[in-house]
């Protein structure tokens, strides 16, 4: 799960560029853009893990509490 969001840079970068705004800014912009995709890539993917993680757990408990 972890590699793909590296994988879609690509992608959404190139959908992010063509908005006229972004694509007004030039090469500052586009280099702002794949590396703010870059880091985002590097960090939800552990951000979502977790929360699935926290949710499964919170589920649990709630189980085991009308189990009770």
């Known amino acids: 799960m972890r590699s793909y969001p590296f994988a879609m ?3 959404v ?3 992010i560029v063509a908005i ?3 694509a007004r800014m030039g090469e ?3 280099a702002t853009v794949v590396w703010s995709v ?3 890539a590097c960090f939800l ?3 979502v893990i977790a929360w699935q993680a926290l949710a499964a757990t919170r ?3 709630v189980k085991v509490r009308a189990a009770a």
């Open 38 to 40: 870059i880091a985002t």
């Open 59 to 61: 589920r649990a408990a």
């Open 28 to 30: 500052l912009g586009i």
């Open 13 to 15: 970068v190139r959908a």
């Open 45 to 47: 993917p552990s951000f």
């Open 9 to 11: 840079v690509f992608v």
């Open 20 to 22: 006229p705004a972004i």
